[in-house]
T-cell receptor
């Protein structure tokens, strides 16, 4: 019944590897996001997709590539992982269509540790 | 640009104490304001919001009033509980999209 679910919850990998984080929402929302939270809890948006189209792409290295096969899924693929990529990555969703935007619903996060 | 400034934590209180977490903002445009809460090991959850000046958002005993003249949205609770221990994020949104600008978060620890 989890509204926004991300896998895996923990990911430990070595520098230079390629990894993916998956996200799915069952809320029927049309917009999904990836946020990065650093060790000081600072949250920064990375990407946003609306109905499978990229609408927000902040200054993120092109080693990060989001993929949205449908509006219920937004996966994050990271190439050539670096130590500085270690963080907690949160997926979120919301409903943008209509007059009122719904609040963001967050997943429980994926803690990525690069060694 | 848009930015949110929160008081630094951690804030440590005894149970039943009064809580204030300060939040001020700068925005290009008329923002909506939010407080999100993050419990340990979980994602953020919306706690309360206010969309126009003088609006008061409230939920679970927490309150915050949108003060345009002081560009503030301070979070308050009259009597905190151990279960309120979490990280609290102030955030703003300008315009029709849902791109939020978050503050740096304030950790609250409530002890018996």
């Amino acid at each position: 019944d989890t509204a926004v679910s991300q896998t895996p919850k923990y990911l430990v990998t070595q520098m230079g590897n390629d990894k993916s984080i998956k996200c799915e929402q069952n809320l029927g929302h049309d917009t999904m996001y990836w946020y990065k939270q650093d060790s000081k809890k600072f949250l920064k948006i990375m990407f946003s997709y609306n109905n499978k189209e990229l609408i927000i792409n902040e200054t993120v290295p092109n080693r990060f590539s989001p993929k949205s096969p449908d509006k219920a899924h937004l996966n994050l693929h990271i190439n050539s992982l670096e130590l500085g990529d270690s963080a907690v990555y949160f997926c979120a969703s919301s409903q943008e269509g209509g007059r009122i935007n719904s609040p963001l619903h967050f997943g429980n996060g994926t803690r990525l540790t690069v060694t | 640009g848009n930015s949110v400034t929160q008081m630094e934590g951690p804030v440590t209180l005894s149970e039943e104490a009064f809580l204030t977490i300060n939040c001020t903002y700068t925005a290009t445009g008329y923002p909506s304001l939010f407080w999100y809460v993050q419990y340990p090991g979980e994602g953020l959850q919306l706690l309360l919001k206010a969309t126009k000046a003088d609006d008061k958002g409230s939920n679970k005993g927490f309150e915050a009033t949108y003060r345009k003249e002081t560009t503030s949205f301070h979070l308050e609770k009259g009597s905190v509980q151990v279960s309120d221990s979490a990280v609290y994020f102030c955030a703003l949104r300008v315009g029709g999209g849902n791109k939020l600008t978050f503050g740096t978060g304030t950790q609250l620890k409530v002890e018996l």
